[in-house]
């Protein structure tokens, strides 16, 4: 476990801050100034319908390290869990840029696609494979869960 601890690591460190990125139209744009804790591909229901495609990329850093500028409209929905998640999108062309969950206010998930250079994502891992469409086979990584897994400071209750 520990190589796939310091693969983890060495993956995420490649994503180098600043982070940019921006819509479709160029209307709301964002700067990272961290690296990511985290990246995959969500396969779960809601962010399938979302997307309209079989699982969606992101890549969560703290919150205090995003920043963005422009208009974004929100939409709210609960999880499994209880928790509220808040996408936020472009309001003149609509693209989803960024989520934020109740479950935890100190991560911003922001959508990998929208990164000015796409080629810096470095993916680690795969959620909510329970859910992940039939006709795909999911991208390879490091960690596959089959629904969400606790966050590590939930993982020693």
Not at 30 to 36: E, K
Not at 97 to 120: C, E, H, Q, Y
Request: aromatic letters at 10%; one cysteine or more.
């Amino acid at each position: 476990m520990n190589q796939a601890i310091e693969r983890l690591n060495r993956e995420l460190s490649a994503m180098s801050p600043p982070l940019e990125g921006s819509c479709l139209c160029g209307a709301v744009t964002y700067v990272v100034s961290a690296a990511p804790v985290w990246s995959g591909h969500c396969h779960c229901r809601a962010c399938q319908r979302l997307s309209g495609a079989p699982f969606v990329s992101a890549f969560s850093v703290p919150a205090e390290a995003f920043s963005y500028q422009g208009e974004v409209g929100e939409f709210q929905r609960p999880t499994a869990s209880g928790n509220l998640v808040t996408t936020y999108h472009c309001t003149a062309c609509g693209a989803r840029m960024f989520a934020k969950s109740t479950g935890n206010a100190a991560i911003v998930n922001v959508f990998a696609t929208t990164l000015r250079d796409p080629r810096m994502f470095r993916p680690v891992g795969n959620v909510y494979l329970s859910d992940a469409a039939n006709w795909i086979d999911p991208p390879p990584a490091l960690f596959n869960f089959q629904t969400m897994p606790p966050r590590a400071d939930e993982r020693s209750r």
